[in-house]
Nanobody, 122 residues
Framework: QVQLVEAGGGWVQAGGSLRLSCAAS????????MGWFRQAPGKEREFVSA????????YYADSVKGRFTISSDNAKNTVYLQMNSLKPEDTGVYYC???????????????WGQGTQVTVSS
């Protein structure tokens, strides 16, 4: 069974940091694109960041550039999202996703995790 399991969410004050992780299992993901998305209450899911696991390229939404960093530990099939200088507008459920192409940036994925809650207070 293919699984993506997120962890690391929590409650943090504005300006603080969190690191999210996404542990992938059930298949080899080395040729995949991994992505992070978030969904705030009453809003649609939006793209946050993605990476080409095999090529090492990274992509970021304008709203998080300079504050968030995506990375991976290929041996552990785990992708991370380091979130610094958090703002209240970063609040939402963060989801990990995987796709066999860059289509993951547009929200089209083959696999999705269940999400982890991130709450940033004022």
């Amino acid at each position: 069974q293919v699984q993506l399991v997120e962890a690391g969410g929590g409650w943090v004050q504005a300006g603080g940091s969190l690191r999210l992780s996404c542990a992938a299992s059930g298949r080899t993901f080395s040729s995949y694109f991994m992505g992070w998305f978030r969904q705030a209450p009453g809003k649609e899911r939006e793209f946050v960041s993605a990476m080409n696991w095999s090529g090492g390229r990274t992509y970021y939404a304008d709203s998080v550039k300079g504050r968030f960093t995506i990375s991976s530990d290929n041996a552990k099939n785990t992708v991370y999202l380091q979130m610094n200088s958090l703002k209240p507008e970063d609040t939402g459920v963060y989801y990990c996703a995987a796709a066999d192409s860059i289509k993951v940036v547009a929200g089209t994925a083959d696999y999705w995790g269940q999400g982890t809650q991130v709450t940033v207070s004022s």
